[in-house]
Every structure is written in structure tokens, then in C-alpha cells.
């Protein structure tokens, strides 16, 4: 029933995805949700190369609102493939604190039509967030169909919950909506939702 | 009477025919989803993405090889070609 209610939940709060910076005047929605993180934001991209928004992020009891500048530095646009690496940048502020915070962060990507494949760090000032993610699809499907992946993601949250969680998902793209569901190896779930506009 | 044949000719609006685009890096169905938004926006009637062939298909508005290439980066992609019939 919980599970029911969180799906319900994600389904109408929130169209989301996104990549950090999308096409010009492109709109990125993403929510992501676990039991022990949840990340949640709103970026335009004013350029292909530079983006900007809100972001809610929860790690564990840690609350974050977070203004965000992302930039692309550098993206390879390959016959059969595209890479990218970005910059997440921010100042905010977590839970009572008075002063604000600020973050830095490293992404990159490497995918073509069956396989992907990332990188992110973000560093923040009391803890830091590692995550990888590997994925294949069986099948290359046209875009106006529905897409399948399978894919594992894996996460550190330093200082906060050091243990790796490793978290296998199904994502399933349809035109500009992409949504994830998995549960990690310790049971709990995960729901993605993601929309570019 | 020639001339006459000559003046309603050139007042015709130019024939919008079919434009292939070949585009590197356009691998998923939001590369695909963005580069349509920009095309749409841009007043092109009729685009069709072919992810396979990574071609981007265009009917209903003539457009130059400068203002596609433009549309295409502006969506974070590169023109490999252009082609009409």
C-alpha cells in the first residue's frame, strides 16, 4: 500500500527529468525517491551549454534547497554515440542552518542506443555523494515507441551512510518522458520520474 | 505573354519539399523529443526522427543548411549532412 501511495504521489507531483543542461529553452522536471534520498528540481536551460534552477535535495534527515548553475563542458557527438561530462554548481541552504552552503559537482556520460553508462560526484560542505550507473537495453526501439533498460546504479552517501547501495531498476523512456522504478539490495524502493519539455 | 508565364512563376512561394538531416550524437528519444521541439517552434509542419538511421526528416517549410545547422546545435547536436529531394 505504501509503495502504491508513493508511485501515486510521483505520478502527479512531479513531471520530471532530466539530463543537467538540455537543449535552448528546454525545461528539465526530475524526482527521484528513495527512502534514504530524494532529489527534486526545476532547471531551464537558457543555452545547450548552461542551465539553471531549484533544487530539494534529502539525504537521509539532511534537508537541502539548493540554487542551481549547470554547465556543459564538454559533450562528444558521435556517429553511433554522445558523451558528456557537466558542472553542478549551487548556494543554499540545509535544514536551521543560518549560513548558507554551497556545492560543487562532477557528471559525466557515455551512452549510444543500447548501452549507458555515468559518473556523478557532488561534493558538500559537511558530506559528499558518489553514484555510478550501468545500463543495457535489448532492443533499439523506434522514438515513438516505448523504450526498456536495464539498469544498476550504485551510491555512497560519505558521511552520512557510508555503506554502497546498489540499486537495480528498470527504466522506460516514452518520447520526452523517462521513468525508473528498482529496489536496492536491501529492499528498498526507488521511483524516478523525469520530463523535458 | 512569356513574361506574364515569368512573373506568375517567381510569385509562387517556393515549393516546400522533404529535407533529410543526418545528425551525430542524437541517440535517445529526448535528443529526438528536443530536436522536434526546436523544428515545431521554428514552423516546420512535419518532423520525423529516425532513430535507427539517425536522420531527422523535415516537410512543410523550406529552410536554409544555416538555419538547421543552427536549430540542430542550439538542441546540443551536429549536422552530418543535408540533403533534398
Redesign the interface.
Known amino acids: 500500500m505504501k509503495a502504491i501511495a508513493a508511485i501515486f504521489f510521483a505520478l502527479i507531483s512531479f513531471k520530471a527529468l532530466?539530463?543537467p543542461?538540455?537543449?535552448?529553452?528546454?525545461w528539465a522536471l526530475n524526482s527521484t525517491n528513495m527512502s534514504q534520498y530524494s532529489n527534486n528540481y526545476a532547471l531551464y536551460s537558457f543555452?545547450?551549454r548552461f542551465a539553471a534552477g531549484f533544487e530539494h535535495d534529502r539525504f537521509d534527515k539532511i534537508n537541502l534547497g539548493i540554487l542551481k548553475v549547470n554547465s556543459?563542458l564538454w559533450?562528444?557527438?558521435?556517429?553511433?554515440?554522445?558523451a558528456n561530462v557537466y558542472l553542478h554548481s549551487g548556494i543554499g541552504f540545509q535544514d536551521e542552518r543560518k549560513n548558507p552552503l554551497v556545492n560543487f559537482g562532477l557528471e559525466g556520460d557515455w551512452?549510444?542506443?543500447t548501452l549507458y553508462t555515468s559518473l556523478k560526484h557532488m561534493q558538500f560542505e559537511n558530506f559528499s555523494v558518489s553514484q555510478g550507473r550501468v545500463g543495457i537495453s535489448p532492443a533499439?526501439a523506434?522514438?515513438e515507441n516505448l523504450?526498456t533498460w536495464f539498469m544498476v546504479q550504485a551510491m555512497v552517501i560519505h558521511n552520512v551512510e557510508d555503506r554502497v547501495m546498489i540499486t537495480p531498476m528498470l527504466r522506460f523512456?516514452?518520447?520526452?518522458v523517462?521513468w525508473e522504478m528498482g529496489s536496492s539490495t536491501r529492499g528498498d524502493w526507488m521511483l524516478n520520474l523525469m520530463v523535458?519539455? | 505573354m512569356k513574361l506574364l508565364f515569368l512573373a506568375i512563376l517567381f510569385s509562387l512561394p517556393a515549393f516546400a519539399g522533404e529535407t533529410t538531416i543526418h545528425v551525430k550524437g542524437m541517440v535517445c528519444s529526448m535528443c529526438a523529443q528536443g530536436i522536434t521541439k526546436k523544428f515545431k517552434a521554428a514552423g516546420v509542419d512535419e518532423v520525423h526522427v529516425n532513430l535507427d538511421e539517425k536522420v531527422v526528416h523535415l516537410k512543410g517549410k523550406d529552410m536554409t543548411d544555416e538555419e538547421i545547422t543552427k536549430l540542430i546545435t542550439e538542441a546540443g547536436y551536429n549536422v552530418a549532412e543535408i540533403t533534398r529531394k
Open positions: 532530466a539530463h543542461v538540455m537543449y535552448q529553452g528546454g543555452t545547450n556543459l559533450r562528444d557527438n558521435g556517429e553511433d554515440h554522445q551512452e549510444n542506443r533499439k523506434p522514438f523504450q523512456f516514452y518520447q520526452n523517462l523535458h519539455y
